[in-house]
């Protein structure tokens, strides 16, 4: 799936993300690497075909790459320190001092053992259960002379739910992104909701309620295929919403949007309801 962004990297609030984003295109293509946005940059890229502000600027691009070695991804690692860039703490992690711009390089692929890639320097395991998944359904958009391929919005739920339960507290933005995209979605694929997904509209319409059962079930049709993925994501929910008072999600999301509990928790049982109703399928 195609789409032409006629929009300008200055939209993105991203400082300097034309530059940093042509050194990866030309050595990944180089390398002959596929690779993908990610992160907080894929969701506005995608957001903005509709005209949806970013709603934070960020200062880092996550790229995950396809590879099928260490020794492959040291040599992107070399490339790029050639190109500009230093290493830092994290291995996974490149820092550009003339844009101040880092990025975070995320391989998988049959690099991946279990859903986790080891860097040997620092005997540091880095989990990426539902990247191969969801990346099988990216979408490509054009913006300006380069083309992004991202993931679609329901895909990027799914790895920033896992990457939350992994690290909640160095993944203090995933919840944000997340209500962010059910939030927007309505508005965002309307069309499609109103042909397909009547079904879905409660007695008393709401919009965020709405969006969180179609996410679901798009959700759905990625997760199906992998039965990890099913279990972390269903597990995740489950945790969330089985004992409201003691949901980490429902409470970050009333706190921050002046909701009940119960109104946060509502919006996560009906993004699962969606994943849950589709696999019975």
């Given at each position: 799936?195609s789409?032409?962004?006629?929009?300008?990297?200055?939209?993105?609030?991203?400082?300097?993300?034309?530059?940093?984003?042509?050194?990866?295109?030309?050595?990944?293509?180089?390398?002959?690497?596929?690779?993908?946005?990610?992160?907080?940059?894929?969701?506005?890229?995608?957001?903005?075909?509709?005209?949806?502000?970013?709603?934070?600027?960020?200062?880092?691009?996550?790229?995950?790459?396809?590879?099928?070695?260490?020794?492959?991804?040291?040599?992107?690692?070399?490339?790029l320190?050639?190109?500009?860039?230093?290493?830092?703490?994290?291995p996974?992690?490149?820092?550009?001092?003339?844009?101040?711009?880092?990025?975070?390089l995320?391989?998988?692929?049959?690099?991946?053992?279990?859903?986790?890639?080891?860097?040997?320097e620092?005997?540091?395991?880095?989990?990426?259960?539902?990247?191969?998944?969801?990346?099988?359904?990216?979408?490509?958009?054009?913006?300006?002379?380069?083309?992004?391929?991202?993931?679609?919005?329901?895909?990027?739920?799914?790895?920033?739910?896992?990457?939350?339960?992994?690290?909640?507290?160095?993944?203090?933005?995933?919840?944000?992104?997340?209500?962010?995209?059910?939030?927007?979605?309505?508005?965002?694929?309307?069309?499609?909701?109103?042909?397909?997904?009547?079904?879905?509209?409660?007695?008393?319409?709401?919009?965020?309620?709405?969006?969180?059962?179609?996410?679901?079930?798009?959700s759905?049709?990625?997760?199906?295929?992998?039965?990890?993925?099913?279990?972390?994501?269903?597990?995740?929910?489950?945790?969330?919403?089985?004992?409201?008072?003691?949901?980490?999600?429902?409470?970050?999301?009333?706190?921050?949007?002046?909701?009940?509990?119960?109104?946060?928790?509502?919006?996560?049982?009906?993004?699962?309801?969606?994943?849950?109703?589709?696999?019975?399928?």
């Amino acid at each position: 799936m195609s789409n032409t962004l006629n929009k300008t990297y200055k939209e993105l609030a991203i400082p300097y993300f034309n530059e940093v984003f042509n050194i990866i295109d030309r050595t990944l293509l180089k390398l002959n690497i596929p690779y993908y946005l990610v992160g907080v940059s894929a969701v506005a890229l995608e957001l903005l075909k509709k005209g949806v502000k970013p709603s934070r600027g960020t200062k880092d691009i996550d790229f995950a790459i396809m590879i099928g070695s260490l020794a492959e991804f040291e040599q992107v690692v070399i490339d790029l320190k050639a190109a500009g860039f230093n290493k830092v703490k994290a291995p996974w992690t490149l820092y550009h001092p003339e844009y101040n711009v880092a990025i975070d390089l995320l391989p998988f692929g049959q690099i991946e053992e279990n859903d986790t890639v080891n860097f040997h320097e620092r005997n540091i395991d880095l989990h990426f259960l539902g990247f191969k998944e969801v990346l099988q359904h990216a979408t490509t958009i054009a913006i300006e002379e380069k083309i992004a391929h991202i993931p679609p919005l329901q895909g990027m739920i799914i790895l920033k739910l896992i990457a939350w339960n992994d690290r909640p507290e160095d993944r203090d933005n995933d919840l944000k992104d997340i209500l962010l995209i059910i939030k927007e979605y309505f508005d965002f694929n309307s069309d499609e909701i109103y042909e397909f997904y009547f079904d879905t509209f409660p007695d008393e319409f709401d919009k965020i309620i709405v969006a969180a059962r179609v996410l679901g079930r798009k959700s759905a049709e990625i997760i199906h295929t992998s039965d990890k993925v099913k279990k972390r994501v269903l597990e995740v929910l489950q945790n969330n919403t089985v004992h409201p008072e003691k949901s980490p999600i429902a409470e970050r999301w009333a706190r921050e949007n002046d909701w009940t509990i119960e109104y946060a928790v509502s919006i996560l049982n009906h993004f699962k309801l969606g994943i849950t109703e589709t696999l019975k399928q």
